[in-house]
């Protein structure tokens, strides 16, 4: 997985983890609110996610070791939000007659 595509230094913690949960934005939006443990999760992977992209100053021997350690950070950080997102009964309720959002 290319990390760096979430990688921006003005990329809070709730764009880094909507960038790997695009068809769930909402429901990361509303656990990022209300959870502090989901909070937590997002902003300890928008620091791995920064850290893997300033690996490349670090030296060759160097480097490969700490990217394969963040990207094993990143990966199961992933997995632990995804876990927490499917586990979530957050349900979107619309009133009768309201478009979905996009739909028009």
Request: hydrophobic letters at 35%; a negative charge.
């Amino acid at each position: 997985m290319n990390w760096r595509k979430s990688n921006s230094p003005s990329m809070s913690a709730l764009a880094v983890a909507e960038v790997h949960f695009p068809d769930q934005a909402r429901k990361v939006q509303h656990l990022f609110h209300v959870s502090e443990t989901f909070r937590s999760m997002c902003e300890d992977l928008s620091v791995v996610v920064e850290t893997l992209g300033h690996l490349d100053d670090l030296p060759h021997d160097e480097r490969e070791m700490r990217r394969q350690e963040y990207d094993g950070m990143a990966k199961a950080l992933v997995s632990e939000i995804g876990e927490a997102l499917s586990q979530s009964n957050v349900v979107s309720l619309r009133r009768s007659g309201e478009a979905e959002p996009g739909s028009r």
